[in-house]
């Protein structure tokens, strides 16, 4: 296949992709059950054509690999926010959500230690988890802004929670060396 046919069939792709759109968005917004989630993953879905084989030479066997990619995106996303729930219950009296300035000094010192936890993540975890929890962007925002995957954001993200979970839990039991290194190594999945 020439460079002349590679680019024809990544325009038959993506016209495929503009005619079936509606119809992926309804079958993404079936598997993860809200409208926004399901138009975020359909718009990454098209930023993924580049995936799609130029061996599939059937319209049908692309409108099915469409659909396999975007069962796969909900998939993932389904997995990604039962972890994150997951990882939110587990943290439950660790989390802060907001101090007053009027806050006992066992908030205080919560705060305190949520800021160091923070301060000791890699940068990219740090900026990525501080723009979704503290900023409220979205992931597909963050990704786009950042230049990377949102399934990197979800990852991270993840990591971050797992690191503030081991972090907090060993500062709680007075080993406050380990809520560093927790923080700093908390491995992505």
Known sequence: MDTADIADTRREIEMLFLQIQPELQRHVRRIVRCAATAEDLTQDLFMRLDR????LSSTNDRRRYLFRMASNLALDHQRVRANRARLLDEMGPFLIEEADANA????????ELLQDILAGLPSRRRTIFEKSRLLGMTYSEIARELGVSVSLV????AAAMKALLLAAAAASLGVAATAHEAAASAPMH
Not at 52 to 55: A, R
Not at 104 to 111: A, F, N, S, V, Y
Not at 154 to 157: A, F, G, M, Q
């Open 104 to 111: 006992d000094t066992g908030t205080r010192e919560q705060l």
């Open 52 to 55: 799609v084989p130029n061996t």
């Open 154 to 157: 979800e990852k991270e993200v």
